[in-house]
């Protein structure tokens, strides 16, 4: 009882020294910065709205279903019909009359109140995001990961700026098949450390140099067995505009960087210069991150090495650390 006792707290104490060892990258900020996603304009706010439309396939209508039941299952709250209503006006001479086989539209409209902006954000000439104030930018290592442009403040967001590859929009274009292979990838090289994904996909449309498309994906990623409590979320975001592709992979620990990533992405504008289209690129922006691993979805980001290498390293360090505290000792 005594050893099972000790062994509890010696895992304690690593897992405290592996926090702290991870606390260089993640400043702690008293008041965190959160973009929550509403279906709905809030008519007090003073600020500028960023508009996304879901890329949601249309649901056909089976035996028995309602407007209440159908939403329930869509969004998991039955009150949300009226979402359905609203996009399927041209539709219904009577909403209650719903019938098997009919096609309703799901995509709803979201909305992110862009409080940053008036921050100025990241401005690089031919493309601009905005950044959490706070936020500081930097450079971030652990062993072969690296990445050379990083935001830092209640979390890590690495960024990859590069000029759109062709295969891309061809890869995400099919979107549902796109999260299976992903999770397919996952399970299969990284099954005891990934769990609880979660998968969007918007576009924004005349909007400006705002427009684009957005995927999205977070999953949780367990650091060790070792350390069944420290645990992260970790956010992907990419968008695709005329001629770049942006991505974003981000971690915290507790805070929202799901929502943190969705808002830079959403941020994310390309600025073309049609004076100088021949010459036009990003690609001298020189944004790395790495390990670059190709996978199957090809042009995108492999995020999972990265992940995987940073937090072994940090790990690493932390057991030398132990091992080098328990030779004084001796």
Known sequence: MEFRILKKILICLCGMALFSVLLPEIAVWANEREYPVSYKKNPDSEESYMVLEEAAEDYTVLPGDSLWKISRSLWGEGRLYRKLVDANRELFINPSLIYPGM?????????IERTEA??????????SMDMPYGWTVGYMDAGKAWANFVMRGDGVVACLIRDKEKNTSKTVNGWEKCIQKITNYADKNYGAQVSDFCFEHYKMRNQGDGTGEICLYSFLWHISPDYPSLVCRV????????HIQAEFVGFA???????CVRYITSSFEEHFDTGNFEHFTVNDSNMSISPMEKWEMTGMFNPFPFIDEY???????????????????K
């Open 311 to 329: 937090f072994n390293s940090k790990l690493e360090k932390v057991s030398d650390m132990d091992e080098n505290e328990g030779n004084k000792g």
């Open 253 to 259: 620990f507790d805070y929202d960087i799901q929502g």
């Open 118 to 127: 008036k921050y100025g954000g990241v401005q690089m000439g031919e493309f």
């Open 235 to 242: 956010c992907v975001g990419m968008k695709l505009t005329d």
């Open 103 to 111: 096609k309703l539209k799901t995509a709803r409209t979201c909305y």
